[in-house]
């Protein structure tokens, strides 16, 4: 089979693999379509030695000792698998296991995915609606979204317009509110603007003029809500400063960097309500299917639809922000897996 390999140093190459063995309790997976997401900057950077991918979705081909599923199944993949046994485990909330792991290998033709991370889809979903509703993209955005009071104000302001924060505001708007980003690539307050449908784009997060526009349009109290999706130290504080008092504040960029705050200053004198987002359970993912029957449209996020074999420069234009959400086929077809085949070109 074929699949994406990182080489470091910002390479990769397509190469000829054997196709992966399944492990009792494992189904090996065609995959139709993955995603590439912006935490694989890491394996592109440094390189790994292993295939990269955990936003995919395809057709169950083989079942090796599995109970639910079966050949011929569509399902989408939640890469987090934890003991199954523990307090969070048993609580659909796998995420927070002290024993987690992560599936991976969906940049490639097949893959042995645990049983356990395999969501079937709705007759109704086709495949890429499947992996980015049951991806980071949508499910961390819809995660980050419900982290909001319902009786909350209606201005929230997103910091960072990359994948997730493209999903964020296009939730954002489906649920009513206007939303103002901030962002520093031209190209992707672009997409946020005609793609995601922000109201405003409101420049850099280190410039004094979005601070001041939102102080405008809340009658000079600050955003009811601030999405940080960036991951940036410099951000993350820029979120605490122009958010209301009262306010909530949603971290959902990755930051292993460490943050200064002045704690009276940014929360407690504020009284703000801090918190974050990280990844996304079954329970969101029905939320998600639930709204998707509704009308949301999950794709407006999707910039670049490419087949597997040019992962390469799909890989190049991805990590240097030229791109939204992209997309890697398996065949010149979206196929939907009953009956359903869209021609698409890159």
């Known amino acids: 089979m074929k699949g994406l390999r990182y080489l470091g140093r910002g390479e990769a190459r397509i190469a000829k693999m054997p196709v992966p063995e399944t492990k009792e309790g494992q189904i090996l997976l065609e995959v139709a379509v993955s995603a590439l997401c912006g935490s694989e900057r890491s394996d592109y950077e440094n390189g790994c030695s292993f295939v990269s991918g955990h936003e995919f979705a395809g057709i169950v081909r083989e079942t090796n000792g599995c109970r639910r599923l079966k050949a011929g199944d569509r399902v989408t993949v939640n890469v987090l698998a934890g003991c199954g046994d523990c307090y969070y485990c048993r609580t659909g909330q796998p995420q927070f296991c ?32 499947g992996v980015l509703l049951g991806g980071d993209t949508l499910g961390v955005a819809y995660r980050a979204v419900n982290k909001i009071r319902p009786d909350f104000g209606r201005v929230a302001a997103v910091i960072g317009a990359g994948p997730i924060g493209l999903g964020v505001i296009s939730l954002l708007k489906y649920y009513g509110y206007y939303a103002a980003v901030m962002e520093k690539n031209q190209l992707r307050c672009h997409y946020a603007a005609e793609l995601a449908g922000a109201d405003e784009v409101l420049g850099q997060f280190s410039d004094t003029c979005p601070g001041e526009r939102l102080r405008e349009l809340t009658g000079g109290l600050g955003a009811d809500v601030v999405f940080e999706c960036s991951g940036s130290p410099l951000a993350e504080r820029t979120a605490l400063e122009i958010v209301r008092p009262a306010g909530t504040v949603v971290f959902c960029g990755e930051n292993y960097k460490g943050l200064e705050i002045i704690p009276s200053d940014h929360i407690i004198h504020k009284e703000v309500t801090l918190t974050g987002a990280f990844y996304f359970t079954r329970n969101d993912f029905y939320g998600l299917c639930e709204i998707y029957k509704r009308g949301f449209d999950p794709k407006t996020a999707v910039t670049h639809r490419m087949h597997l074999d040019r992962a390469p420069d799909a890989c190049s234009m991805f990590f240097s922000g030229k791109t939204g959400k992209v997309l890697l086929y398996r065949d010149q077809t979206c196929r939907t897996g009953h009956g359903t085949e869209e021609k698409w070109k890159d």
């Not at 792991?101 to 109704?124: K, T």
Request: proline share 9%; aromatic share 10%; with cysteine.
């Open 98 to 129: 002290r024993e987690l792991h992560v599936c991976q290998g969906g940049h490639a033709q097949y893959a042995a995915v645990p049983e356990e991370c395999c969501i079937p889809l709705p007759d109704y979903m086709d495949f890429e609606a």
